[in-house]
């Protein structure tokens, strides 16, 4: 998808989308942030390690008359 289809209309930044599929006539979004945005959220920095991760679901503005759905992998 688009990256300012993605800024403009769902107002995600710095991620990348991985895939677009349709579910149950649901649209959903895998994106996940590049590893060279990755930071420590307490020091900033990049030197960190990737041990773990999993899924999240949030949900996002319909598009047309689909639910729209955001899963990104989100690192712990």
Known sequence: ???SI???ALGVFQQDCQNLRYKD???????QTPKE???CPV??????N???SHIRRFVSVP???SKT???MRVHR
């Open 50 to 52: 990737r041990n773990g």
């Open 43 to 48: 020091c900033g920095s990049h030197n960190i």
């Open 37 to 39: 945005k990755l930071c």
């Open 6 to 8: 993605m800024q403009n």
């Open 25 to 31: 006539n649901n649209l959903v979004l895998e994106i």
């Open 63 to 65: 598009i047309g008359l």
């Open 69 to 71: 759905y955001l899963d």
């Open 1 to 3: 998808m688009d990256t």
